[in-house]
DNA sequence: GCGACAG
DNA sequence: ATCTTGTCGC
């Protein structure tokens, strides 16, 4: 199906469809390899640069570089970026060598007024463990959580459900927003991603990530896969 | 009607 | 998201 060609309201019914497939159990397993995964484009262009960047854990080394372009007309709307970004991001996947255990993409996850941000959407199409790490608020109610790299507090939805955390990934910096994307629960996205973070306030898959498609728009790195 | 609003 | 210089703080 073309995401292009849907009206909001169609968007919304398939969101709404696809939340029935999202599956937040305990991840159980190894995390020999994780991936991040962002989008970088020329504001008022309709090409989109998408990437994937697969590191070794826990070292975070970089292993290797996927990267494609593609057009695309979905407008930016909150709550939709699933709809921009996800056919770029299946393409990019599709061309990885080498699948990572956990997939860190750059936006939310069941943080979502429909539960449904585009770790998940993503996550449910692809069959893929995935996590949601976001450097805004979408959806939710919080606490600021303390100001020591570490502070976290529960993100939850009108109910009271946690449906995220609000994350101090760094001193003094404003905090990131984790959700589970699909095939792993609240506790385990945190566990993760802050396993993620080195040096910088963004963890290093998404951090990675955002730089190689960055340099593949600007001409610095070439399309297709890449050993690092 | 008003405020909020991932990338 | 992208553009873009200087500036404040650890």
Redesign the pocket.
Known sequence: MNYNELSIPEATRLQQELRKEVITTPFKGKVQYVAGA??????FSTTV?AGIVLLHFPSLQPVGYSLVKKEVTFP??????????VPALLDAWQQLPQKPDVLV?????I??PRR??????FGVLANQVTI????????GLYEEPGPAKGNHSPLTDKQGEVIGTVYRSK??VKPI?ISPGHLIDVAGSLDLVSQCVQRYRLPEPTRLA?NA??QF??GTLPQGYTPA
Not at 38 to 43: A, R
Not at 132 to 139: E, H, M, R, T
């Open positions: 962002d989008i970088s484009f020329n504001k640069y930016y709307v909150p709550g939709f970026l699933a709809f921009r970004e993409v750059d936006g939310h996850g943080a979502h449904m941000g585009i770790a998940s959407h949601g790490s976001a450097k805004k608020k979408l959806f001193q003094n927003f955002h498609v960055n728009r600007l």
